[in-house]
C-alpha cells in the first residue's frame, strides 16, 4: 500500500474494547480476556492490532478490564507492533461496551484525531479504511457500521438496511438465514459519539447508541474481507483455522 489518501495518519485513531471475559469461552481462555485467546500460538488480539496497522492506523487505545494486565504484559507501548498504544483501564467496574468506550476517548486529551474507528477485541474483520472513510463521507453518516454478509444470522441479529445502505433497524437474535450482520468495526469521529453517549458510566453502545440511531444517520458499508468473532467456542475453532492460516490485508 503506497500510504493513506485520507490525510495523515495521525487523522485516524482507533479504540479496540478488549475487556470481555470471555465466560462461553472458559475452557479455552481459562483465566484470560477473551482477546487473549491463543490462535496459531499467539492472541487473537494480535491479528486484529496488525489488521488496524496495516491500514495505517497507528495511534491505538485499548480498553481493557478483567485481567488487563495479561494484555499490558503483552502489547507493552506497541513497539513491536509498530503501533503507539495507550491503556484506558476500567478495573473490576463493568462499565459495558458504552461505558468503556467513553472512558477510553478520554485518553486521548486535547489531542484526538478527527476520525476514530472502533474495534471489538474478540471479533477480527479485514476492512479496507479507504473504502470506509469514502462510504462515510458519500452518506454524511453520524457512525458508519461495517457490515457483514454471513449464511446465518441468528446468533447475530441481521440488519435491515435501506436502499442507500442506511440501517432502518435490528433484528432479533433466532432467526436463521443469510443475511447482513453488525460486524463490530465502526468508523465516527469523537465529536459524534460524545452527542451520541448517554451522561452516565456504564452503558451499551449497541443497546444505547446504535439501536437508537437506526434510520437516523447511523449507516452500514458490508465489508467483503475475513469475518470471524470469537465469542462461542465454534467460532473460535474457526478463527483457529482461518487466522492461523494468515489473514489477509496484514503487512
Do not use: C
Amino acid at each position: 500500500m503506497p500510504g493513506p489518501r485520507w490525510g495523515r495518519e495521525t487523522d485516524i485513531g482507533a479504540i479496540v474494547l478488549a475487556g470481555g471475559l470471555g465466560t462461553r469461552l472458559r475452557s479455552v481462555v481459562r483465566d484470560l480476556p477473551k482477546a487473549m485467546a491463543s490462535v496459531g500460538g499467539r492472541p487473537f488480539l494480535a491479528y486484529v492490532l496488525e489488521h488496524l496497522r496495516s491500514q495505517y492506523l497507528r495511534q491505538v487505545v485499548l480498553a481493557i478490564g478483567y485481567r488487563g494486565e495479561a494484555i499490558r504484559e503483552y502489547f507493552r507501548a506497541g513497539e513491536d507492533f509498530g503501533l503507539q498504544i495507550a491503556y484506558s483501564d476500567e478495573g473490576n467496574r463493568k462499565l459495558g461496551t458504552g461505558g468503556a468506550l467513553a472512558r477510553a476517548l478520554q485518553t486521548y486529551g486535547g489531542r484526538r484525531p478527527r476520525y476514530v474507528v472502533v474495534s471489538n477485541g474478540d471479533t477480527y474483520l479485514s476492512f479496507d479504511l479507504e473504502e470506509l472513510m469514502e462510504a462515510n463521507q458519500a452518506r454524511s453518516a453520524r457512525i458508519l457500521l461495517a457490515a457483514a454478509s454471513v449464511p446465518d444470522v441468528a446468533r447475530y441479529g441481521g440488519l435491515e438496511l435501506g436502499p442507500n445502505r442506511e440501517v432502518l433497524s435490528f433484528q432479533e437474535k433466532g432467526r436463521h438465514g443469510p443475511g447482513i450482520v453488525n460486524a463490530g468495526t465502526y468508523l465516527t469521529t469523537p465529536q459524534a459519539l460524545e452527542l451520541l453517549m448517554p451522561m452516565r458510566e456504564r452503558f451499551s453502545f449497541e443497546h444505547e447508541v446504535l439501536r437508537p440511531l437506526a434510520g437516523n444517520g447511523l449507516y452500514a458499508q458490508v465489508v467483503d474481507g475475513s469475518f470471524v468473532d470469537i465469542g462461542v467456542p465454534d467460532d473460535y475453532r474457526t478463527a483457529r483455522r482461518i487466522l492461523a492460516a494468515g489473514p489477509q490485508g496484514d503487512v
